[in-house]
C-alpha cells in the first residue's frame, strides 16, 4: 500500500468529513474520488469497524483514536489500528519509538503525542492519561 503526505488542513478537513468512528480517512479520499465503497467488498482481512485496542503502560487506547504531534513545524499524524499505533504507514509499540521515528532523537513520547479518543472533542497530551 502507497503512502501519501498530506497537510494538517488537509488531515483535519478528512477527519472532519468522516462520518463515523469506523469511517477511514481512505474512505473519505474515496467517497470524494466517487469511487466504489471498497468496505462494501468481502475482502480477507478488510476491517472496518471494532478492532482491538492499544494498550500501553497500562493505559488502553481505543481503535481509533487519532494522535498528532507537531515536529520542527510539520505536523504527523498517528491512528490507533488492530492493537498499534501506526505512524507513516508503521506500526509501533510504544509512543516513545513512534516519536523517535520521526525525530530520530531519544525523546519522551508521552509528552510528545497528543490524542483525540473516539467520541471526544478535545485532544490530550496522552501523558495525561496515565496514572
Known amino acids: 500500500m502507497a503512502t501519501i503526505e498530506v497537510d494538517f488542513e488537509v488531515f483535519k478537513e478528512l477527519t472532519v ?10 474512505d473519505v479520499i474515496r467517497l470524494l474520488l466517487g ?8 475482502t480477507a482481512g478488510n ?17 481509533g483514536t487519532e494522535f498528532r ?8 499524524a498517528g491512528l490507533v489500528a488492530k492493537g498499534a499505533l501506526v505512524v507513516q504507514g508503521k506500526r509501533f509499540t510504544s509512543p516513545s519509538s513512534a516519536a523517535v521515528s520521526i525525530t530520530g532523537n531519544p525523546v519522551n513520547g508521552w509528552r510528545f ?17 496515565r496514572n
Open 35 to 42: 469511487l466504489d465503497d471498497q468496505a462494501s467488498k468481502p
Open 69 to 76: 504531534a507537531t515536529y520542527k513545524g510539520q505536523m504527523y
Open 47 to 63: 476491517e472496518t469497524t471494532g478492532g482491538n485496542p492499544w494498550v500501553c503502560k497500562g493505559v488502553a487506547f481505543p481503535h
Open 17 to 26: 468529513r468522516r462520518e463515523s468512528e469506523s469511517m477511514t480517512e481512505n
Open 113 to 129: 503525542w497528543e490524542c483525540l479518543l473516539p467520541g471526544e472533542k478535545h485532544w490530550k497530551v496522552i501523558a495525561e492519561l
